[in-house]
Structure formats: structure tokens, C-alpha cells
């Protein structure tokens, strides 16, 4: 299962949480977010969170729907793990191309336990009970 983030602050408010409760989590784009935010937006944003919260154990998943030039895009962008909803063959080719690059592909989006774009202007503070509380009630988190 994985937490949606929409921006940093979700991925920070996701991470303390996480690092707090000792569980590794994964952090996911929105449906479609390689499309319309690119790659390099997540990668950044990955990165930016992983500087603020250090001590966080997760992983992370850019969702590029059947776009295949958006997950070419995150292959070339270092995004760790991509989630690609295309053609079989199309999906075949970019996974070996993933493969050589250190990445992921999957063909099945996860399961979200918490999607954070309805608290998309709340606070840090709510934002990070809101995950500690997904967390503690999610027994097989990652």
C-alpha cells in the first residue's frame, strides 16, 4: 500500500510519520502524474523529502499511465520505480529498459492506503497525524 502525496509537504508530513512509527512506507504519485508533472518534479520532490527526513525508510512510484514517452522520460529522470499501464509489448520493452537502468516498472498501480489531495492546504501538523494515524491502524503497511 502506498501514501499519494501531491506536493512536498505531503511527502514530508508521510516520511516523519513513518520515521516516527518506525515503518517504511512508499510514496506514490497521483494517477497519471508523469504525464502532467513530469519526472523531474518527483524526482525532486523524492529528494527534497529524503534531505528533510533522513532517517524515513520508503520507496517511491511515478505513475505515467500508458503514456510510454512519460516513463521513457522517468527512466531517463533516475525515478526508482514507474508505473506503466500500457500495451503488454510496449510495457515488455520499457521494463527491460528500466532493468538496465536500476528501475522498476510495474503494470498495476498499488493500492493507496491515503490519498493526501483532499488535505491538499492543510497544515504540517494535520497532514502528519492524518498519515500517523493510517499507519497505525495498517497492519501490513509496505
Not at 508521510?14 to 494517477?31: D, H, K, N, T, Y
Not at 505515467?64 to 520493452?93: H, K, L, P, S
Not at 501538523?125 to 491502524?137: K, Y
Request: charged residues 20%.
Amino acid at each position: 500500500m502506498a501514501i499519494i502525496i501531491h506536493s512536498l509537504a505531503h511527502a514530508v508530513a508521510a516520511l516523519s510519520a513513518a520515521a516516527e512509527a518506525g515503518r517504511p512506507i512508499v510514496l506514490a504519485s497521483p494517477p497519471e502524474a508523469g504525464i502532467y508533472t513530469g519526472p523531474g518534479w518527483f524526482r525532486d520532490v523524492i529528494g527534497a523529502a529524503r534531505e528533510a527526513v533522513p532517517e524515513a525508510k520508503f520507496s517511491s512510484i511515478l505513475d505515467c499511465g500508458d503514456d510510454a514517452g512519460a516513463a521513457m522520460a522517468a527512466i531517463r529522470a533516475g525515478i526508482e520505480a514507474i508505473v506503466f499501464t500500457g500495451r503488454i509489448d510496449v510495457a515488455a520493452r520499457l521494463s527491460a529498459i528500466a532493468a538496465q537502468s536500476g528501475a522498476s516498472l510495474i503494470t498495476k498501480r498499488p493500492a493507496a492506503a491515503l490519498d493526501l489531495g483532499a488535505l491538499f492546504f492543510a497544515d504540517n501538523e494535520t497532514l502528519r497525524r492524518r498519515c500517523a494515524e493510517i499507519l497505525a491502524s495498517t497492519a501490513a503497511f509496505c
